[in-house]
């Protein structure tokens, strides 16, 4: 802990890195206002990195002795260590994780440990801390979201053949394959993977070299750096490089579109849930149960992926917002750039965790979706097109099938209890081999078109989404 100071509510601003021309300190309050370790203590390994290469660096262009980079680089080991282990204390009196390993290497190796920040600043430090731990946290989301997309593959494909419900307004539309319905989401987190690497690709730039704003006079080796740091390139323009922070948007729109589909998932996964529908039964493990109704079993965890959709789009305003009046070239305000997208990172992590495990753990009623695909005269636009096919104008067929839609309705019947004889009689270019037309199977058979729900095209759907997941995989492993 920092002394206390002369008056009681004052820190010691010449004990802060940059006490040096202060007189006077922020009193505690305001201290605290202005810190961000609580948010950016998580970016400590990067942080430690980052002054490792930093410091080999500096030795290699001569700018401080290789004693001094080996001192500094073992002390930022041990401190890592100590953090790792959880030994490490954080003093609220620093600012941030740049100052608190700063002075605490200072303390533990003396006057090397002052050398470290030569021809750095922490406005070019906290980007390129910033960059590397984004690096991370999208590998990290990349791959659960290849997780994600193997669980409702294998559901896909092990339920291939059951027929269900195809709604548009959420009214019956046409009887589609679950194995469609599914895929279609399998697709969805695929472009999601695919925002989640553009975002890694949008922070593996060095902003390091650019110190304050206008580069350093000493002979930094940015590219050095670069290599060390497993940066694939160096930012060209040392203003943009400390006040850009357009990886980070990426990252936390690659969130909210993510989001958005798990959201979405969710509300189907409620619905067919339901008693109404009954199409799924999730697994106890991820459901819960009333304090007063003993029946429920309630889709919680559904509903809480749902709901906090919202506050990783908030996230992503946030930042926005955040950056939309600054001049370049740092300002504090970015500091508030981070705790939105940890946050944003965090909640799509554990929802995909808690999705991933719903997919695999949930049962599908084959049988309730047949039926649900039988209701609702789904087969219509295929009466009609038979009809077509023996020569009756297409609006002419619309009106007869329209008709005898409007017949089954009032008697509590579906197209599939007519028998051919019943068909005739309202038309009779319907022939026996009208049954056909309305066999809910066929229905969906016939849909050949590439991508389409008929039982073909899904089997190269899926022969295609396979070979996507696995040289995604492959490209992730690399
Ligand atoms: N904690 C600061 C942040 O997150 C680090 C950069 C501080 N730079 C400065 N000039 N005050 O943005």
């Given amino acids: ?27 505690e309050f305001t201290q605290a206002f202005g810190a961000s370790l609580p948010v950016d203590k998580r970016m400590w390994e990067s942080d430690i990195e980052g002054s490792k290469a930093h410091a080999l660096m500096l030795a290699r262009q001569g700018v401080i002795s290789n004693e001094d980079a080996d001192a500094i680089r073992s002390g930022l080991d041990a401190i890592g260590a100590q953090i790792e282990d959880g030994d490490f204390e954080f003093d609220i009196d620093d600012e941030d994780i740049h100052m608190s390993i ?3 290497l200072t303390e533990a190796i003396g006057a090397a440990g002052g050398r470290l920040h030569t021809g750095r600043s922490r406005n070019d430090q906290v980007a390129t801390d910033a960059r590397h731990h984004a690096k991370k946290l999208s590998d990290g989301l990349a791959h659960q979201m290849l997780d994600l997309r193997g669980a409702l593959l294998d559901m896909a494909q092990e339920h291939f053949g059951v027929v269900m419900p195809g709604y ?26 695919e925002r989640l690497r553009a975002a890694y690709r949008a922070a593996d730039v060095l902003p390091l070299g650019s110190a304050a ?3 350093t006079t000493y002979p930094l080796d940015r590219h050095f750096v670069a290599d060390e740091l497993d940066f694939a390139g160096v930012a060209e323009n040392s203003m943009d490089a400390v006040s850009d922070r357009d990886f980070l948007l990426d990252l936390s729109y690659a969130c909210a579109v993510a989001m958005m589909h798990l959201s979405r998932l969710c509300e189907e996964l409620i619905y067919w849930s339901s008693n109404e529908f009954g199409f799924i039964r999730l697994s106890d ?23 906090k959709t919202g506050r990783v789009y908030g996230d992503l305003m946030a930042l926005l917002t955040t950056m939309k009046g600054l001049p370049l070239a740092y300002n504090k305000d970015m500091q508030e750039d981070k705790e939105g997208v940890f946050d944003a990172v965090d909640t799509l992590g554990n929802s995909l965790v808690v999705m991933t495990g719903m997919i695999r753990t949930m049962q599908v009623n084959e ?27 297409f609006r002419e067929a619309h009106a007869i099938v329209g008709k005898l839609v409007l017949e089954c309705e009032k008697q509590g019947r579906t197209l599939q209890d007519l028998s051919a004889s019943e068909l005739a009689a309202i038309d009779e270019r ?34 295609h989404a396979r070979e996507s997941l696995a040289a995604d995989t492959r490209a992730m492993a690399d």
């Fill in 1 to 27: 802990m920092h002394e206390t100071s002369s008056t009681e509510e004052s820190t010691h601003a010449s004990e802060a890195l940059w006490g040096g021309r202060f007189e006077d300190s922020p009193t």
């Fill in 102 to 104: 700063e002075r605490n």
């Fill in 430 to 463: 319907f022939e026996a081999d009208a049954l056909e037309a309305v066999d809910i199977d066929k229905v969906v058979e016939r849909r050949t078109t590439y991508g389409a729900t008929g039982h073909e095209a899904v089997k190269v759907q899926l022969d």
């Fill in 213 to 215: 704003l206008a580069g």
């Fill in 367 to 393: 049988d309730a979706m047949r039926a649900g695909a039988l209701g609702g005269f789904m087969a219509a636009t295929d009466l009609a097109d038979y009809l077509v096919g023996a020569g009756v104008p």
């Fill in 168 to 193: 548009t307004h959420m009214q019956k539309a046409q009887p589609v394959l679950f194995s469609h319905h599914m895929l279609a989401y399998y697709w969805m987190f695929t472009r999601d993977f």
């Fill in 285 to 307: 493990a991820y459901s819960t149960g009333s304090s007063i109704m003993p029946q429920k079993k309630n889709p919680d965890f559904a509903e809480l992926i749902r709901g």
